[in-house]
């Protein structure tokens, strides 16, 4: 809605040579919308900005695609800024995901239970313990985005993370079915 943002396409030239991809088109593509909903955002902050948007699995080679992007972009002497981008808890009956029923107690625990063991390991910046934790309790919608990251963001010097918000879409219109939401930064000291 804000316009066009171009892919920086000698980054991602040399990271296709190097791992297999499902190159995406207008086209062709998965219906998976976590970064076409970040665009606008991207888009207003940096409007002058190439992008090399990359949806990556809960895999090792995740964490290996983002370490070898970073190389890459500093051996092209590139200022880079790295977004990882997934929901938490999927709860409800629209996600078939009611471990603790409904109501306020179901609420509370996917905030200071589920959501809160996912968020807790995204400020440790523990990539190989977020695979885990997401499998285990369905907290990660995109977990290989979320470790991706991390690695991403360690490789840039990143030595600490902050939750700057936490919510839920309950929050804002409660319902037997929500989700998840949170911002973390990465940074130095």
């Known amino acids: 809605p804000l316009g066009e943002l171009e892919v920086d396409v000698d980054l991602a030239t040399q990271l296709t040579a190097e791992f297999p991809f499902d190159v995406e088109t207008t086209s062709r593509y998965d219906h998976d919308n976590t970064i076409e909903v970040q ?3 991207i888009k207003h902050s940096f409007p002058e900005i190439k992008i090399v948007p990359i949806g990556l699995p809960p895999k090792s080679t995740s964490l290996k695609i983002a370490k070898r992007a970073i190389e890459i972009s500093k ?3 590139r200022k880079t800024i790295v977004l ?8 409800g009956y629209n996600y078939g995901y009611l471990p603790k029923g409904t109501g306020e107690e179901a ?11 996912a968020v807790d390991l995204m400020v440790e910046m523990d990539e190989n313990a977020v695979f885990d934790e997401s499998f285990e309790s369905h907290n990660i919608c995109c977990p290989g985005a979320v470790a991706a990251a991390i ?7 990143a ?4 939750q700057m918000i936490y919510s839920t879409s309950y929050d804002v219109r409660p319902d037997s079915s929500f ?4 911002g973390i930064v990465f940074g130095c000291d």
Request: proline share 2%; glycine share 10%; no cysteine.
């Open 179 to 182: 989700v998840g939401y949170v």
């Open 151 to 157: 690695v991403a963001a360690k490789e840039l010097g």
């Open 39 to 41: 665009l606008p955002f």
């Open 159 to 162: 030595v600490k993370a902050k």
């Open 75 to 77: 051996e092209m002497g």
């Open 84 to 91: 990882g981008s997934t929901d938490l808890t999927h709860y």
């Open 107 to 117: 609420v509370e625990w996917v905030k200071k239970v589920n959501d809160k063991r």
